[in-house]
């Protein structure tokens, strides 16, 4: 996947309807259910056996930077918009990009003792996003990180997000992905459909890393 360079400011690759987004590469991302042997808890994988999850097939992403930030653009069938939760069993939709912080870093169980990863998670009842840092299931924190930034909005039951952050790296939390104009990296995706039962470990994902290169 290739992030383009634009001159552009934030605030017009926050919007989707800008000019620019509308001129980007769009790929098709395939996504398929987590496998059940990865929730979290014995009572979820008993509870999940032989009922649908992630069934989101597909999502379209698009990807820019302008040399300060990078904004990355993810498009979603929903058929419902699940926001602030008012019950204990509601669940939020969510959507998330994850990196390996090194190498061989695995994908499936968000890396590993040793090899983590970094995860950019967004939820529909949340003001901004936040920087996860996981090595394996079970071990995810949740960090607030001043440079993560979005912009969301659903209608025509499809989900429209830009998930944003400084490339500058400043006052980044212990574990951030480092991304600049010129580097190679590899990126994932994961969608959560709160009208589905979806959180944690139930969800939709791109179940291979692909290749993330950023233009200079």
Do not use: C
């Amino acid at each position: 996947m290739r992030v383009g360079r634009v001159d552009a400011k934030d605030e017009e690759l926050l919007s989707p309807d800008s000019k620019a987004w509308q001129e980007a590469p769009v790929n098709e991302v395939v996504l398929s259910p987590a496998p059940l042997e990865m929730q979290p808890t014995e009572y979820i994988r008993v509870a999940r056996n032989g009922r649908p999850y992630g069934v989101l097939s597909s999502m379209k992403v698009s990807a820019l930077h302008n040399g300060d930030s990078v904004f990355f653009h993810l498009i979603w069938q929903d058929g419902s918009e699940d926001g602030p939760i008012k019950d204990i069993n509601q669940f939020a939709d969510a959507a998330a990009v994850m990196f390996p912080m090194v190498e061989d870093a695995p994908l499936i169980g968000m890396g590993i003792k040793g090899k983590p990863v970094n995860v950019w998670l967004w939820r529909a009842d949340w003001e901004r996003p936040k920087n996860v840092a996981a090595e394996g299931m079970g071990t995810t924190v949740r960090r607030d990180d001043p440079a993560l930034s979005s912009a969301a909005r659903h209608a025509n039951g499809q989900w429209d997000l830009i998930v944003a952050r400084s490339l500058n790296g400043k006052r980044a939390p212990q574990g951030t992905v480092a991304l600049a104009p010129g580097t190679v990296t590899k990126i994932a995706f994961a969608v959560w459909q709160g009208s589905e039962q979806e959180r944690a470990g139930l969800k939709a994902f791109s179940p291979d890393w692909q290749e993330l290169e950023l233009d200079a």
